[in-house]
């Protein structure tokens, strides 16, 4: 996409006006893109900015106006109040990027997704890049709807879950599992953990639990202020702090390099969930390793999570 601008470049005068539109369904992954994406323009001599809600939206307007944006990268509500404003206009957009579609879908999106892609230059005119975990009917109708003559490429998820990140899962009661995690902290001392809640309260409860026991952990979840968040996961790349807490939807946008272990502290009843967790950890040719606990709460998501890899697991009682 960046070497497609830098290629053929183009005069833009006008703001507001992209040549690329990156469409994400939170704000920690429309802002990760754009870090990602300014580290290879800024070789090219193109620029990306991000538009999201729960933001300061003047800042992000100021940005817009002080000249020409080559890839806009913007989660859907933020993007539709801002050209209803006429701040954004999308008549110029070359290339249109759907990242986890799926998510989209999931979180009723769709709507306003439809809305942002009939804004751009029909499908003949435009090249479409579409995103998913999945490709259910749901999701291959919107792809139908949205490009012309797709290539269809699948990645396996099994080499995804298995290259570089060693799987364990530890049998555990419902009652014990905070102390085990505890315990587990504090001999071990994992140089740098992110631990998976399926639920906000959850998340809540644990980082109160952990702390009380001097383990610095801070959390991730949808109803923390968006600043508050951005902070935390800035302290946890900097590696000040050494634990987070998360939720799925928080923990979408976490791209941090270095991240030892991942703890499914609540097996996921979604098994794609469980291969997006555990993908936080092994990157870039690191080795990593997944611990999750199954109690008997939500051990009946564990036969849809070994399909989902293709093999069997083995739970084993922890030695702690």
Request: proline share 5%.
């Amino acid at each position: 996409m960046l070497t497609h601008i830098w290629e053929q470049p183009k005069a833009i005068t006008s703001t507001g006006s992209p040549r690329a539109l990156v469409l994400a369904p939170t704000r920690e992954l429309a802002l990760q893109i754009e870090a990602d994406a300014n580290d290879l323009a800024k070789h090219l001599g193109t620029n990306a900015q991000c538009v999201v809600g729960g933001m300061d939206i003047q800042k992000q307007l100021d940005r817009l106006e002080r000249g020409p944006v080559d890839v806009l990268i913007g989660t859907p509500g933020r993007l539709i109040d801002l050209i209803n404003r006429r701040h954004i206009n999308l008549r110029s957009v070359e290339i249109l990027v759907i990242d986890e579609a799926d998510r989209m879908l999931d979180m009723g999106f769709i709507p306003d997704v439809r809305r942002l892609v009939y804004q751009t230059p029909h499908k003949r005119e435009r090249q479409t890049l579409f995103f998913s975990a999945t490709f259910n009917d749901d999701v291959m109708r919107l792809a139908s709807s949205w490009t012309l003559d797709p290539e269809h490429v699948v990645i396996a998820p099994e080499s995804v879950a298995t290259d570089t990140v060693a799987q364990e899962f530890w049998l555990v009661s419902s009652m014990s599992k905070a102390s085990l995690l505890a315990k587990f902290l504090g001999t071990s001392a994992p140089e740098r953990a992110l631990i998976f809640t399926n639920r906000r309260d959850q998340a809540h409860r644990l980082i109160s639990y952990l702390n009380k026991r001097d383990i610095h952990c801070e959390a991730l979840a949808g109803d923390i202020p968006q600043r508050k968040r951005l902070a935390t996961l800035t302290r946890f790349k900097e590696g000040r702090i050494p634990y987070v807490v998360a939720t799925d939807v928080a923990g979408r946008g976490i791209h941090v390099d270095g991240i030892s272990h991942v703890v499914n502290f609540d097996l996921p009843e979604d098994p794609e969930d469980y291969v997006h967790r555990i993908g936080r950890t092994g990157r870039a040719g690191a080795e990593g390793t997944s611990i999750s606990f199954v109690s008997e709460d939500d051990a009946f998501n564990l036969p849809a999570i070994e399909e989902y890899l293709g093999h069997s697991v083995e739970c084993i009682q922890p030695d702690l």
